[in-house]
């Protein structure tokens, strides 16, 4: 299971931007695909994951902070999810990953699959 984040970058406050997670040797319909990131100095966190077959979404507790800036979509026709940020703050700043798993889980410990990670910088 191979899995590629991209689209990360250098953004200005209150810009947007989409992350993208594909895989080029599975279906990421037959997982739940999640993403995490990890900020300088900080543990990684779990951001949100969007399940297997439905695509129901799930998000982090302290999504309450992103006051629903983040959303995650799946395009299954490219094998693709999306990971939509916007309004971005520097807080959002982190290199963020994408994950594939047979169950939802949001302990990083517990994913069997990671992808490399694309960097996210938000600054003036």
């Known amino acids: 299971v191979q899995l590629q984040a991209s689209g990360g970058g250098l953004v200005q406050p209150g810009g947007s931007l989409r992350l993208s997670c594909t895989a080029s040797t599975f279906t990421l319909d037959y997982y739940n695909i999640g993403w995490f990131r990890q900020a300088p100095g900080k543990e990684r966190e779990w951001v949100g994951c969007i399940s297997k077959g439905f695509g129901n979404t799930y998000y982090a507790d302290y999504q309450d902070s992103f ?21 971005l703050i520097p807080e959002d700043t982190a290199i963020y990953y994408c994950t594939a ?22 600054s003036s």
Do not use: K, S
């Open 101 to 122: 798993d047979l169950y939802i889980t949001e302990v990083a410990a517990e994913i069997d699959y990671w992808g490399q990670g694309t960097q996210v910088t938000v």
């Open 67 to 87: 006051q629903g800036r983040f959303t995650i979509t799946r395009d299954a026709g490219n094998n693709t999810v999306y990971l939509h940020m916007n309004n």
